[in-house]
Structures are given as structure tokens and as C-alpha cells.
């Protein structure tokens, strides 16, 4: 089977070396037709509808016929709600009960998951955390100036971690960077990421779900 080699780093963010993993979580062919359609689904179904217009039947006003039936030389109508007048109702508006709900099966969402790895594997901006013991936040502060400076990290720096590490609270109010449990992994907050950070625990937990 193929693998594909990702940089180890310690807890003062030096390269100690590479890690081979799996091919078929790093190393897959990117489809970002795939992937625009799993960032699609998880803001639709984060997306409410709160826009609601008034029918003619809901907007207040006078009931009595807007003018004459005949020898007006103009159309026929009733009162002013009607959608055609300024201040009547809206015809087909928005009701407030939209639905914007969309899915996408598991296999194509793990597919889109690994697009998006591989992709980040390839710019060489995933990076393997061994022996991570982070207890202080001025230890995570510390660690990602270090790891900007050695490793040139792009932009927002995502923390991936196992559910069994409690790490991300030393990592969550430190500027332009993220903690992701790989339980919840997701297409958009790894695009969104410009480099990747992985513990041993949550690489673990990535490889295992197949």
C-alpha cells in the first residue's frame, strides 16, 4: 500500500523527522467539485429562515373597494392590499418556514474530508505533534510563535486533537487559530485552515475511521 510522509514535530516545534500514513487519508486524488458541495451542505444547514412577508390577507388597511367596478376606464380590483399596490401584500414572498437542509451520504463526505487533507499534505502544511503535553495556555502561546517562525505556518493554524485530550483550552483564545475535535471533523474549518496541526491521538482516531 502507498504512503504518504508527514513532518514530526516536538513540543518546541523542531523537526524530528517524518511519519508515513496511509495514502488513501493523505494522498487521494483532490475532487473539489466534491468538496464545494460538502462546504455547501454544512453552511445550508446552518442557515435559518427568519425573511417573512405579509400577504394581502395579513397587511392592515381599509377593506372597502379601491374605486369603482365600471366607468373608470381602469381595471377591476378590490381593496388596496392587493400585491400590485404600494403598501399592499406580497405575492409568493418568503412564508419563514424555508428549509434549507441538505445532505450528503457518509462516503461522500469522508471522500471530501480526505480531498481536503490531501491537499493541505501536499503544500506540505500538515504537521505530526509527538509527545504533545501542553498544561499551560503561556505554553500553547509560546509553542505556536515557535512553530510560525521554524515551520512558516499559513495564516489560521487548526489544532486537531483526539476526544480524549484536553488541550483545546489552553489553544482557544489565541489569535488566528482554531481547535477541531476529529469527531467532528469537517470539510469547511479544514479549508478554512491555511495549516494543520495533528496529535498523535487524532491522527490515530482519523486512520481508524475507514
Known amino acids: 500500500m502507498k504512503s504518504v510522509k508527514l513532518v514530526s514535530i516536538n513540543q518546541e516545534a523542531e523537526k524530528v523527522g517524518e ?15 466534491l468538496i464545494s458541495q460538502a462546504v455547501r451542505k454544512l453552511l445550508s444547514n446552518q442557515r435559518k429562515a427568519y425573511a417573512k ?25 378590490g381593496d388596496r392590499q392587493a400585491p400590485i399596490f404600494v ?7 418568503p ?13 461522500m463526505n469522508k ?3 480526505r480531498s481536503v487533507l490531501s491537499l493541505k499534505a501536499k503544500e ?10 501542553i498544561t ?5 502561546f509560546s509553542f505556536l510563535e515557535k512553530a510560525k517562525k521554524n515551520l512558516d505556518l499559513k495564516d489560521k ?19 488566528k487559530t482554531e481547535m477541531l475535535n476529529v469527531a467532528n471533523l469537517n470539510v469547511y474549518q479544514l479549508i478554512k485552515a491555511g495549516s494543520l496541526l495533528i496529535t498523535q491521538d487524532g491522527l490515530a482516531e482519523i486512520i481508524k475511521e475507514k
Open 53 to 77: 412577508a405579509k400577504t394581502r390577507g395579513q397587511v392592515n388597511g381599509s377593506g372597502v373597494k379601491i374605486w369603482n367596478q365600471k366607468g373608470t376606464g381602469r381595471a377591476r380590483h
Open 95 to 107: 412564508t419563514g418556514t424555508q428549509k434549507y437542509h441538505l445532505q450528503l451520504n457518509k462516503k
Open 136 to 140: 499551560k495556555t503561556k505554553e500553547a
Open 157 to 175: 493554524v487548526l489544532l486537531l486533537y483526539g476526544q480524549k485530550e484536553g488541550i483545546s483550552k489552553y489553544f482557544r483564545n489565541l489569535a
Open 124 to 133: 506540505s502544511q500538515v504537521f505530526l505533534l509527538e509527545n504533545f503535553k
Open 19 to 33: 511519519t508515513s500514513v496511509g495514502a488513501d487519508f493523505f494522498g487521494v486524488e483532490a475532487n473539489p467539485s
Open 111 to 113: 471522500k471530501a474530508v
Open 87 to 93: 403598501g399592499g401584500g406580497k405575492a409568493h414572498g
